[in-house]
């Protein structure tokens, strides 16, 4: 198994989120920041869409794989949904909650981040595991 | 330079879910699937991306070194209620059923394939109905 590549992408990830706090004082939140634009609430607007822009450029570069494991619509969608509303009632996803607020000892952040997890891994063993026990 | 640093941080931090294999849905199933093949490789991005940012958001909100944006980082932890908890259930409960979070799920955008648009048009539906049905706080993150 490569652990390189997933150690290096973290540190790439903590580096990026480093500097926004860093230089702009903004935290690397990406479902707070995606509803945020969405709101179009004024003001802040610019260093969201350009933080957005930085995201996704390195995907465009490189090309992502367009099939999505089962590539089931339905589910993505229900996926989607959840995650949206999830987020928002839950203030923050992975990035906020999981690498932002961890790293600043959020004790709110801890306990979402552990509630989360524990959640999408008994989401998965049921859908992988319980349908054939 | 707000921007231009905003651009920077952003271009580090899609390098970084690239390379570590969050925009792949497989490998990140394959992380949350502790019961069966188990996949640890991402214990490590998660530990990598704390290693570096922690000692950053320690000296920022000590004020050792200073936050040059308009909003002081929220280093004020509000109490764990409900909301949080419950909102972390719906959001564990998608990202189970997909493998996809919301930063993965733009960045599949670039793909242009239906997938990722019907994922990322339903997050922006969810996030919006909940705007208007809720009064939801701001985001921690």
Known sequence: ?133 | MTLLTALVAGLLFGAGLLLSGMVNPAIVLGFLDVGGDWNPALVFTMAGAIAVLAPVSYLVRRGRITAAGPCAPAATPRRIDRALMIGAVIFGLGWGLSGICPGPGLMLLTTLGPAAFAFVAAMIVGMLGTNIVARVDGPDG
């Open chain 1, 1 to 133: 198994m490569n652990l390189l590549h997933p150690l290096l992408g973290g540190v790439l990830i903590g580096a990026g989120a480093a500097l926004l706090l860093w230089r702009n004082g903004q935290v690397a939140g990406i479902s707070g920041i995606t509803a945020s634009v969405i709101r179009g609430e004024p003001g802040d607007t610019g260093w969201r869409l350009a933080f957005l822009a930085g995201l996704l450029a390195p995907a465009a570069i490189v090309g992502l794989d367009p099939s999505l494991p089962g590539d089931n619509l339905a589910v993505l969608v229900l996926s989607g949904l959840l995650v949206g509303i999830g987020t928002r009632i839950g203030s923050g996803c992975t990035s906020g909650h999981g690498v932002c607020g961890i790293s600043s000892l959020s004790p709110r952040s801890i306990v979402a981040t552990l509630i989360f997890m524990a959640t999408a891994m008994l989401t998965v063993a049921v859908v992988r595991h319980g349908m054939q026990p």
